[in-house]
């Protein structure tokens, strides 16, 4: 039974992969810590459950990783997808601090596995976890149960009682043990970020937002974000900008994960409730390319789209848990869609008449591609011409938001006035737009909960201790 009168070094929000780094850190650097998850215990761990893989740099291959991926080749990957919109001090240091992060977390009882392969080519970047992020965290839970970690569930915080920078208190939604009021020296806030929140969504979505799927936890609601938001704490990122992929409009409305996610784009073509493309499918490699595509599908009408292929390709990609729809002509592919099945005949007809020959190679930016099609397929372009012809229906599927909390180097939450907080540090999703303006990079999600998880632990101890 957790003592709630006693006064905690460190209290952390949230149970993912920020919190749990945050909690072991702070506890081997010699601090008691109470880790508050809202979820229950079956649900523990937010997004990071969900998860399979890390984007670490190092400078020479690993047991599971083919070869060296340097600090600034990480830093130019990073760059070319935020255009620029990332925090280049905070940046570096955390793909500096990555490369130790790829033997801390072993030590911290997380192993790897050898990369998937498919469209992902992320064997020399991406270290994957064996079992998944599931596996990962019971890890991580295990350890921090062994250090003496305190760990509550059903514990949802709803309120923080902050003082001119300074954290004092935080209360629990319902009585733990009669204990509804906790203190601690130092705060870490690893609560995720707000994307489980349909009714913040809308305030910059309008109602598209009720057709968005959510892939992860429906516990990132975005409630300590926004306390600390309230309370002098210093925004960073664009409220619009999130990482969000196309998946599966037969997923849940929550919690569908890895399985729903389709990868067949660059296979074929996608088309919108009427039948149109509207977006170059083969403009990049899939990793650069597969998180735009949630943002495409949003700006559809009814926000709703369709991948178009046929059976020549279905082996090329991994499959997921919902079965192609398929019919013998692209008119009943159509019917089946509830398209209009003149429109689709045509965008298919046009597609195929465009589509110039070449070698075809998934691995690189290859030579096929289409001419005088408007807009244009630039690479991986294949006649889709072998029946049956087959349709994944998709819709936008929001993995996390990008508005949060600015830090510095310390993890240290910044307040509006530009000085640091006395005693607050953020980790994970929360802070993640210091780091990702826009855009994304396979893996690094779990990279900035991991790094910040550590570093945020590490000086909330000190703090603590001060
Ligand atoms: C389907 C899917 C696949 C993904 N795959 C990858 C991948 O392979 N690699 C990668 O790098 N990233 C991946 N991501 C992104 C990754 O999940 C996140 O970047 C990462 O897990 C964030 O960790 P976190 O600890 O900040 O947040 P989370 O793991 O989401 O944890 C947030 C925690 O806060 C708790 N919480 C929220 N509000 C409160 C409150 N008021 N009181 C108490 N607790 C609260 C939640 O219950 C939850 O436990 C994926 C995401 C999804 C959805």
Same mark, same amino acid.
């Given at each position: 039974?957790?003592?709630?009168?006693?006064?905690?070094?460190?209290?952390?929000?949230?149970?993912?992969?920020?919190?749990?780094?945050?909690?072991?850190?702070?506890?081997?650097?010699?601090?008691?810590?109470?880790?508050?998850?809202?979820?229950?215990?079956?649900?523990?761990?937010?997004?990071?459950?969900?998860?399979?893989?890390?984007?670490?740099?190092?400078?020479?291959?690993?047991?599971?990783?083919?070869?060296?991926? +340097?600090?600034?080749?990480?830093?130019?990957?990073?760059?070319?997808?935020?255009?620029?919109?990332?925090?280049?001090?905070?940046?570096?240091?955390?793909?500096?601090?990555?490369?130790?992060?790829?033997?801390?977390?072993?030590?911290?009882?997380?192993?790897?596995?050898?990369?998937?392969?498919?469209?992902?080519?992320?064997?020399?970047?991406?270290?994957?976890?064996?079992?998944?992020?599931?596996?990962?965290?019971?890890?991580?839970?295990?350890?921090?149960?062994?250090?003496?970690?305190?760990?509550?569930?059903?514990?949802?915080?709803?309120?923080?009682?902050?003082?001119?920078?300074?954290?004092?208190?935080?209360?629990?939604?319902?009585?733990?043990?009669?204990? +509804?009021?906790?203190?601690?020296?130092?705060?870490?806030?690893?609560?995720?970020?707000?994307?489980?929140?349909?009714?913040?969504?809308?305030?910059?979505?309008?109602?598209?937002?009720?057709?968005?799927?959510?892939?992860? +936890?429906?516990?990132?609601?975005?409630?300590?974000?926004?306390?600390?938001?309230?309370?002098?704490?210093?925004?960073?990122?664009?409220?619009?900008?999130?990482?969000?992929?196309?998946?599966?409009?037969?997923?849940?409305?929550?919690?569908?994960?890895?399985?729903?996610?389709?990868?067949?784009?660059?296979?074929?073509?996608?088309?919108?409730?009427?039948?149109?493309?509207?977006?170059?499918?083969?403009?990049?490699?899939?990793?650069?390319?597969?998180?735009?595509?949630?943002?495409?599908?949003?700006?559809?009408?009814?926000?709703?789209?369709?991948?178009?292929?046929?059976?020549?390709?279905?082996?090329?990609?991994?499959?997921?848990?919902?079965?192609?729809?398929?019919?013998?002509?692209?008119?009943?592919?159509?019917?089946?869609?509830?398209?209009?099945?003149?429109?689709?005949?045509?965008?298919?007809?046009?597609?195929?008449?465009?589509?110039?020959?070449?070698?075809?190679?998934?691995?690189?930016?290859?030579?096929?591609?289409?001419?005088?099609?408007? @807009?244009?397929?630039?690479?991986?372009?294949?006649?889709?011409?072998? @029946?049956?012809?087959?349709?994944?229906?998709?819709?936008?599927?929001? +993995?996390?938001?990008?508005?949060?909390?600015?830090?510095?180097?310390?993890?240290?939450?910044?307040?509006?006035?530009?000085?640091?907080?006395?005693?607050?540090?953020?980790?994970?999703?929360?802070?993640?737009?210091?780091?990702?303006?826009?855009?994304?990079?396979?893996?690094?999600?779990?990279?900035?909960?991991?790094?910040?998880?550590?570093?945020?632990?590490?000086?909330?101890?000190?703090?603590?201790?001060?």
């Amino acid at each position: 039974m957790v003592d709630f009168n006693r006064k905690f070094d460190v209290l952390v929000i949230g149970g993912g992969n920020a919190a749990l780094c945050a909690a072991i850190s702070a506890r081997r650097s010699g601090a008691s810590v109470l880790v508050l998850e809202g979820a229950p215990k079956f649900y523990r761990g937010g997004n990071t459950r969900h998860t399979r893989n890390m984007r670490c740099a190092h400078d020479a291959a690993t047991e599971i990783l083919t070869g060296p991926y +340097t600090e600034e080749e990480f830093w130019q990957d990073l760059l070319l997808v935020t255009g620029g919109q990332t925090d280049e001090e905070l940046a570096r240091f955390m793909i500096h601090e990555s490369k130790d992060i790829l033997n801390w977390v072993v030590e911290q009882g997380v192993r790897w596995q050898p990369s998937l392969g498919g469209t992902l080519s992320l064997g020399r970047t991406n270290s994957f976890f064996l079992g998944g992020g599931r596996a990962m965290l019971n890890a991580l839970y295990l350890t921090a149960e062994k250090l003496g970690v305190e760990i509550v569930y059903d514990a949802e915080v709803t309120g923080l009682q902050i003082e001119d920078g300074m954290f004092l208190g935080a209360t629990l939604k319902q009585p733990i043990d009669g204990a +509804t009021e906790i203190r601690a020296s130092a705060l870490v806030a690893a609560a995720g970020g707000f994307e489980a929140n349909i009714e913040w969504l809308k305030q910059y979505w309008g109602d598209a937002a009720d057709n968005f799927l959510i892939r992860g +936890t429906p516990y990132n609601r975005g409630s300590i974000l926004k306390m600390l938001l309230d309370n002098g704490v210093q925004d960073i990122g664009d409220p619009t900008q999130c990482h969000a992929v196309a998946i599966d409009a037969r997923a849940p409305k929550f919690d569908g994960g890895i399985i729903t996610r389709h990868d067949s784009v660059v296979f074929g073509i996608v088309v919108n409730k009427h039948a149109q493309r509207f977006y170059d499918e083969g403009e990049d490699i899939w990793p650069k390319r597969y998180a735009i595509w949630g943002r495409l599908v949003a700006a559809q009408p009814d926000q709703i789209a369709y991948i178009i292929f046929d059976s020549s390709v279905v082996t090329s990609f991994m499959p997921t848990l919902f079965p192609p729809i398929g019919a013998p002509t692209v008119a009943e592919l159509a019917a089946k869609l509830e398209l209009d099945p003149a429109a689709l005949e045509k965008t298919v007809a046009d597609f195929n008449a465009a589509v110039q020959p070449g070698t075809f190679d998934h691995t690189i930016l290859d030579d096929c591609r289409t001419e005088g099609l408007a @807009p244009a397929k630039t690479h991986w372009a294949r006649k889709i011409d072998a @029946p049956p012809y087959l349709a994944y229906p998709v819709r936008p599927g929001i +993995t996390f938001t990008y508005l949060g909390t600015r830090v510095n180097k310390q993890s240290r939450m910044v307040m509006k006035d530009g000085k640091p907080s006395a005693n607050m540090f953020a980790a994970g999703e929360i802070m993640a737009g210091n780091v990702l303006g826009k855009g994304y990079a396979a893996g690094i999600g779990m990279t900035i909960g991991s790094v910040f998880g550590r570093v945020a632990g590490r000086e909330a101890a000190r703090n603590a201790r001060n």
